[in-house]
């Protein structure tokens, strides 16, 4: 349960607690350590559990409430308070501040107002003072070219992430008009992209994980819309907002994006920890890299979340030494997937992922250590030292001469 906040909380009116429990039970970002009905037996609640966070409200007995928030400031520092209550008089909200609440939320408590007050306590306590980032990890995966492998990658990093117990993932599939994610996981989906985006106002945590499709890897499937029509309907906006939810309930989220590069598509990069762009080593698609990293330069921060993950290593035809491939983009390579073309045509015939199909072929022992690189558990496969296909090479070098002036240029940064 690393990556959760523990909270404890103490209403002593059932109606009140019942709806702030149901909502805290909804999200994975957080875990529900203990609840209390009486605000005297609440600091040994505290002391026994130590949550990180302690919510008081002050709804049944204000005196009592903020008392109880001062004793608890002083016998418990490391609980951060949150008080709640349905009065938003002035003089109450500075009381219960004085009192040492980190935050107040007006009763009745919305979602948004929640999970912006969970996350500005988790960042005090988590990332500005011990550095460990406790949040979620939004993973983008893009290709720099059609059929390159990103479906492939993203459906199985995230199958491989929810295998681990203290995962919660969710894949939302991008590629609005054709992609194909559930055709990979085998799911008939009841709700797609357009369901989430149109009810975002009335969405909660559980209304949320009822409209993704759960895989029994664990992975919950967000995917695109049935019609082609609803596609306009889904902006950078009604995306953003999606993304949030979907932040502060699951530890890791996976978008598979478009080949178009969309404005929803640009929204996904913005709002992504990392940037998986898969290539594979033949010449248009690392022309067109270098043409994208040109163009992601005039993005702010997202030349910097670029990970290049080389797919389908190995291929016999057409490929680029890794060495001349580094050298003509300008970056390291992040990651190699090996080129496995029969278990992958059975992983997608089957609409299984590869850690069932084939748990210990080569290509999934590298998808898994794409997972651990990209989650920190372990270094990235940069492919220092590796020549592979030099014969290949040799007949594509002269092909690299032609290229534009602008990627000569970028060579040599
Ligand atoms: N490492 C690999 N080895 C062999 N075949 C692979 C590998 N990765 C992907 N493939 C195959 O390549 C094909 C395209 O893969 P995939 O659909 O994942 O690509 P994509 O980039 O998502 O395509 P699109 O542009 O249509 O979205 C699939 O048939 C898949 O099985
Ligand atoms: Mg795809």
Not at 55 to 78: A, F
Not at 273 to 278: A, F, I, Q, S
Not at 353 to 378: F, R, V
Request: aromatic share 6%; glycine share 6%; net charge negative.
């Amino acid at each position: 349960m690393s990556n959760v906040l523990r909270i404890a909380m103490v209403d002593p009116r059932d109606d009140s607690r019942e709806v702030l429990k149901k909502m805290f039970l909804s999200m994975d970002s957080v875990w529900l350590e203990a609840e209390c009905s009486r605000y005297e037996f609440f600091p040994d609640v505290v002391s026994q559990s130590s949550p990180d966070v302690g919510v008081v409200s002050l709804d049944s007995d204000t005196e009592k409430g903020i008392n109880l928030l001062e004793r608890m400031r002083s016998d418990s520092p490391d609980c951060a308070l949150l008080a709640v209550s349905s009065s938003t008089d002035g003089q109450l909200i500075l009381r219960a501040i004085r009192a040492g609440a980190k935050e107040f939320l007006p009763i009745p408590v919305s979602l948004e107002d929640l999970m912006a007050s969970l996350a500005r306590i988790s960042e005090a306590k988590f990332g500005g003072l011990s550095g460990k980032n406790r949040g979620s990890k939004i993973i983008a995966v893009a290709g720099a070219s059609g059929g390159v492998g990103c479906t492939s990658i993203a459906v199985n990093l995230g199958c491989i992430l929810a295998s681990e117990p203290q995962n919660s993932v969710a894949l939302v599939d991008l590629d609005l008009a054709i992609g194909d994610a559930d055709v990979f996981l085998d799911t008939i989906p009841d709700y797609s992209l357009i369901d989430v985006t149109e009810n975002i106002s009335r969405l909660d945590f559980q209304l949320l994980k009822r409209s993704l499709t759960k895989h029994s890897s664990g992975l919950y499937l967000l995917p695109r819309p049935v019609q082609l029509q609803d596609v306009q309907l889904i902006t950078p906006d009604s995306l953003r907002r999606v993304f949030g939810l979907l932040k502060a309930t699951f530890t890791h989220v996976v978008l598979d994006v478009s080949k178009g590069f969309t404005e929803t598509d640009i929204a996904a990069f913005e709002f992504a920890n990392d940037v998986l762009m898969v290539v594979q080593l033949d010449l248009p698609c690392l022309r067109n890299l270098v043409r994208l990293q040109m163009s992601f330069d005039e993005v702010d921060g997202l030349r910097d979340k670029l990970k290049v993950v080389v797919n389908r290593v190995g291929l016999e035809s057409g490929q680029i030494k890794l060495k001349r491939a580094k050298e003509t983009i300008g970056r390291d390579i992040f990651f190699q997937i090996p080129n496995d073309y029969r278990t992958m045509i059975e992983v997608r015939n089957n609409g299984v992922p590869l850690i069932e199909q084939a748990p210990k072929a080569p290509i999934t022992i590298a998808m898994q250590g794409l997972a651990d690189a990209i989650t920190g558990k372990s270094d990235p496969d940069t492919g220092d030292g590796d020549e592979p296909n030099q014969a290949a090479n040799q007949s594509s070098s002269s092909w690299l001469n032609f290229w534009p002036n602008k990627g000569a240029k970028s060579r040599s940064k």
